[in-house]
T-cell receptor, first 112, second 112 residues
Framework: KQEVTQIPAALSVPEGENLVLNCSFT??????LQWFRQDPGKGLTSLLL?????REQTSGRLNASLDKSSGRSTLYIAASQPGDSATYLCAAEETSGSRLTFGEGTQLTVNP | DVKVTQSSRYLVKRTGEKVFLECVQDMDHENMFWYRQDPGLGLRLIYF???????EKGDIPEGYSVSREKKERFSLILESASTNQTSMYLC???????????FGPGTRLTVT
């Protein structure tokens, strides 16, 4: 059974800092690795999808990497802003494509 | 604009009550999912459905049942609510692949 873990559980940084969120998974036979953002009291919004054949994906100030062999993914946020404050979740997609397994999330606070 | 709606944002029920949580999607998606989200535990899959009248157990189906009589609607049923079912419940729908999931805003259920 796939297990996904995220470190740290919470992170507080000053505005402008670059930061890294970590995600690890136990079964390397994944189809995709996906990063989501969740604002308080809201549903999830997909940020980046990394297919198993890819090493990284970029969108604006966000860069996500994937190392299947070590069971790790990182989300790099450059020049953080207060508007980046949210919970970030990673999820591994099974090869069957039928479901996602989520990590516990990292709660990020960017202070002005 | 794609949309997944949930019948209630906040719900308070008493122990032993039968509770229905409704989810509707307007994207003609085959797959629909119910998750619960608890602090420190991330999203955990309760049930999912890949077609009308079809359902599959997720990781924590105990105490829950589901119904999918129409493609656009997926209901989560708590037959006899208990206090340990107090949680945020999130519904999602997707096309053929799980990574294409769109999430509803969530229902915060409190069982007293």
């Amino acid at each position: 059974k796939q297990e996904v873990t995220q470190i740290p559980a919470a992170l507080s940084v000053p505005e402008g800092e670059n930061l890294v969120l970590n995600c690890s998974f136990t079964d390397s036979a994944i189809y995709n690795l996906q990063w989501f953002r969740q604002d308080p009291g809201k549903g999830l919004t997909s940020l980046l999808l990394i297919q198993s054949s890819q090493r990284e994906q970029t969108s604006g100030r966000l860069n996500a990497s994937l190392d299947k062999s070590s069971g790790r993914s990182t989300l790099y946020i450059a020049a953080s802003q207060p508007g980046d404050s949210a919970t970030y979740l990673c999820a591994a997609e099974e090869t069957s494509g039928s479901r996602l397994t989520f990590g516990e999330g990292t709660q990020l606070t960017v202070n002005p | 604009d794609v949309k997944v709606t949930q019948s209630s944002r906040y719900l308070v029920k008493r122990t032993g009550e039968k509770v229905f949580l409704e989810c509707v999607q307007d994207m003609d998606h085959e797959n629909m999912f119910w998750y619960r989200q608890d602090p420190g535990l991330g999203l955990r899959l309760i049930y999912f459905s890949y077609d009308v009248k079809m359902k599959e157990k997720g990781d924590i189906p105990e105490g829950y049942s589901v119904s999918r009589e129409k493609k656009e609607r997926f209901s989560l049923i708590l037959e006899s609510a208990s206090t340990n079912q107090t949680s945020m419940y999130l519904c999602a729908s997707s096309g053929r692949r799980a990574h294409e999931q769109y999430f509803g805003p969530g229902t915060r259920l409190t069982v007293t």
